[in-house]
Nanobody
């Protein structure tokens, strides 16, 4: 499979904002899309998911600061009020919903991610 491709990362000061984006492969446009992140020395963890009809779920650590959205072509992650602990490589992927919020049965291939660094 062709890996998903994330973009929009960068270096930002605490309190700043970034918007990540990721193209949705055509064959996956009815599936749930998710954003994940992996900080140094930690496992990859889910951040937010959005279904094809717009139902969203967020990790508690980002609620009220991050917004996931999608259109026919891409999935986005608007990140506001960024904190140093948000520093990580961010990935998108596609999957099937499970009985556990934020936990998808992954269908796509992991890309290289986009680095987000929050530092003064």
């Amino acid at each position: 499979q062709v890996p998903l491709v994330e973009s929009g990362g960068g270096l930002v000061q605490p309190g700043g904002s970034l918007r990540l984006s990721c193209p949705i492969p055509a064959r996956f446009r009815i599936n749930v899309m998710g954003w994940y992140r992996q900080a140094p020395g930690k496992e990859r963890e889910p951040v937010a998911t959005i279904s094809s009809n717009g139902i969203t779920n967020y990790d508690d650590s980002v609620k009220g600061r991050f917004t996931i959205s999608r259109d026919n072509a891409k999935v986005y992650l608007q990140m506001n009020s960024l904190k140093p602990e948000d520093t990580a490589v961010y990935y998108c992927n596609v999957g099937l919903a499970t009985s556990v919020p934020l936990r998808l049965r992954i269908l796509g291939s992991w890309g290289q991610g986009t680095q987000v660094t929050v530092s003064s």
